[in-house]
């Protein structure tokens, strides 16, 4: 059974789902929730399903990024993960913290990678005049946002969308995205996987 370490910062909507989903014959259960941000409201969601959480808080190491993330490392591995789900966690890390989980480590971005690496996906995609939009799960490389992708779920802009519209259009398949590409990727299957909302 593989152990796998879900890392947020926020309201942890994307950690719900994959923790749902390890269960049964999956082959990873969630060995542990951590934040950066303590109080982040994934936390409570975390606790109140059984998971162990940690928060290792950014702001104890101002300026100071390889300590941070050497925080981050010893906190996580202290739960001996074999995967890493990075799920709405808001920190660019260095090749230090990227290089120590290479190969086993996901995330989700809300965007039809390569477009829209980066903040403010969905503001961009409307101004642009994309007729879609969407999420992509892919592998964390030292390029923000730039690993092998792994799966994507397409969605329409409609007329008169704005950020916050197309957003909860978004967030629905990423809570089915990311799921399904967990399990193939536990499974040691890279196919890539696409969904059509
Ligand atoms: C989601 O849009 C996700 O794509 C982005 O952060 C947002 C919130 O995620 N990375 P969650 O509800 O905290 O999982």
């Not at 808001?90 to 230090?96: C, V």
């Amino acid at each position: 059974m593989k152990r796998c370490a879900i890392l947020i910062s926020g309201g942890g909507s994307n950690m719900v789902a994959l923790a749902e989903s390890m269960t049964g014959d999956h082959p990873a259960r969630p060995c542990l929730v951590l934040s950066n941000v303590p109080g982040a409201g994934g936390l409570a969601k975390a606790e109140a399903m059984g998971i162990p959480t940690a928060v290792a808080d950014h702001r104890d190491y101002k300026g100071d990024r390889e300590g941070f993330e050497a925080k981050l490392i010893e906190t996580i591995d202290a739960h001996n993960p074999d995967l890493i789900a990075m799920a709405g966690f808001m920190r660019i890390l260095t090749p230090l913290f990227i290089n120590h989980y290479a190969g086993r480590m996901l995330n989700i971005h809300p965007s039809l990678l390569p477009k829209y690496k980066g903040l403010n996906t969905h503001q961009r995609a409307i101004d642009a005049g994309d007729s879609q939009a969407g999420c992509s799960v892919h592998e964390v490389t030292s390029e923000l946002d730039g690993g092998p992708i792994l799966g994507q779920a397409r969605v329409p802009i409609l007329p008169g969308d704005d950020a916050d519209t197309l957003a909860a259009r978004v967030l629905p398949m990423e809570h089915r995205l990311y799921p399904v590409v967990l399990r193939a990727f536990a499974s040691g299957d890279k196919t890539r996987i696409d969904l059509d909302g």
